[in-house]
């Protein structure tokens, strides 16, 4: 069966620090991997998706850029955290069909930015 | 552009009442594809439901049913005789046409089940 996984749980950084969280898949390949944030309270937005590696789109300008090293791995980086980059981070895969199959979330990133 | 619409913000209901959860979306598209995902205090989604644009039969799990309309833009989920497990966030999300881009969700409604 599929796994994927957040880490770290949570993060605690001061503004202006660096950033990486991670996401990894297992017992799928080539899934087609999302990064989304949820802002205090709610609403899920959209970050970056990639159907490949090295393949990444990004849906709005941000403070964040995104990679993909290998095919079950997904990455969120930002060089310098802003107050607002504050949020619940969740990575999410699907099948890389070309159809709309079923995205299915990881455990998440609660970050902090003080 | 997509939208999806849940207008209920909070519903807080007592244990073994029934309850709908309200999803209203807009999409140009002919194909599309419509979810409910739940999320509990932890955080995670869990997926509960996916139905295509094609397929308007209502579906029934166990105590979750889902009412999917396209004449009013409508994908419902009533939960019948309601635990307060079921307490949490549920939202409903909207993709649509080919391709490998994210889901549009609503804002999500949060359940309520007191004892």
Redesign the interface.
């Known amino acids: 069966s599929q796994t994927i996984h957040q880490w770290p749980a949570t993060l605690v950084q001061p503004v202006g620090s660096p950033l990486s969280l991670e996401c990894t898949v297992e017992g799928t390949s080539n899934p ?1 991997l ?1 990064w ?1 944030r949820q802002a205090a309270g ?3 937005q ?1 970050l970056f ?1 990639s ?1 490949g590696i090295g393949q990444i ?1 990004s ?1 709005v300008p941000q403070n964040l850029s995104a990679s993909r090293p290998q095919d079950r791995q997904f990455i969120l980086s930002s060089k310098k955290l802003l107050l607002s980059d504050s949020g ?1 981070y ?1 990575c ?1 895969w ?1 099948g ?1 069909l ?3 199959e ?7 990133t ?1 970050l902090l930015v003080l | 552009a997509q939208k999806v619409t849940q207008a209920q913000t909070e519903i807080s209901v007592v244990e073994k009442e029934d309850v709908t959860l309200d999803c209203v979306y807009e999409t140009r598209d002919t194909t ?2 419509l ?1 409910w ?1 739940k999320q509990p205090p ?6 509960l439901i ?1 139905r ?1 644009s094609f397929d308007e039969q209502n579906e029934i799990s166990g105590r979750y049913s889902w009412n999917f309309q396209k004449s009013t833009s409508s994908f419902n989920f009533t939960i019948t005789a309601s635990q307060v497990v079921d307490s949490a ?1 549920y ?1 409903c999300a909207l ?2 046409g ?6 549009t ?1 609503g ?2 409604t ?1 359940l309520i089940i007191q004892p």
């Not at chain 1, 079923?102 to 998440?108: D, E, L, S, V």
């Open positions: 087609n999302y989304y709610r609403g899920l959209l998706y159907v789109s849906e619940f969740l999410a699907s890389g070309g159809v709309r079923t995205q299915y979330f990881g455990p998440g609660r | 599309y594809y979810f995902y932890s955080g995670e989604l869990v997926f996916r295509n966030v939202f993709i649509s080919g391709g490998a881009d994210g889901l969700f804002k999500g949060h």
